[in-house]
């Protein structure tokens, strides 16, 4: 089941994207305080009004988006990506030559700009500076995802293509911050990820599927242990 934080993302990514179909897959539900009479009856007019297919996102969480929009538009380099995007949300599909595996992958954005081609992954996030956004790009491996996208794309029309990170601070008010990742990063992403493609297409060929090994210990964390080798206090 998605989180708060995941459709929160979801219908962000939307918002700042596709305008238009943000427009009509979104619905933002009234304030309205359901412990009383009539609170309770306009939820559920609201609810009965609904279409099949809408998404209901919360008053407070679509005023929230619309500053973070308009403090991502507020970098300059930010803006001219969303604004140079030329195609949105783009899904590929390409067979791996090495594995005869089908694989796939869901680009944010493809944008041209400054006569460079950019692939462009929206990113929202508590802190967009340096250290933080490194800590979690390397958390969520998201310089995979990255070198997969533009490996997906070099398969089916190789081209010169440069890659970018759109970080929005959730945070209204700071501008939006653009990361560009660096030739070394990429190729240590495809490197990693193609070693598991193959891990996959071995495990697949032959029906064994590695696990995680025979009954180990485990500890707690060092962390956690320090705290009672602490000196107890009366």
Known sequence: ESTDAQEF???????????????????????CDRRY?????????????L?????????????????????????????????????RELWIVWEDDNTGLL????????????????????KTIQDASRHAFQGAMMRYRWYRSMAWYRHGLNVLRP??????FLAAEKTPGIPGKVWSL??????????????????????????????YGPVEDIELPKWKINEHEQPTEY
């Open 182 to 211: 660096s030739e070394q990063a990429l190729d240590i992403g495809l490197s990693e990820i193609m070693a598991d493609l193959r891990r996959y297409a071995a495990a697949r060929d032959c029906g064994i599927w590695p696990g």
């Open 37 to 49: 009479k009539e609170g309770k009856a306009i939820w559920q007019q609201f609810h009965a009004n």
């Open 159 to 164: 081209a010169p293509r440069r890659c970018a």
């Open 51 to 87: 279409r099949p297919g809408q998404e209901v996102v919360t008053s407070s969480d679509y005023e929230l988006m619309c500053q973070i929009i308009a403090s991502v538009h507020r970098d300059a380099d930010c803006a001219a990506l969303i604004e140079g995007a030329r195609y």
């Open 9 to 31: 993302g979801t219908a962000f990514h939307t918002a700042v994207l596709e305008p238009a179909l943000f427009e009509r897959t979104f619905v933002v539900a009234p304030a």
């Open 103 to 122: 694989c796939k992958a869901r680009l944010d954005a493809i944008s041209r700009v400054g006569g460079q081609t950019w692939i462009v992954d929206l």
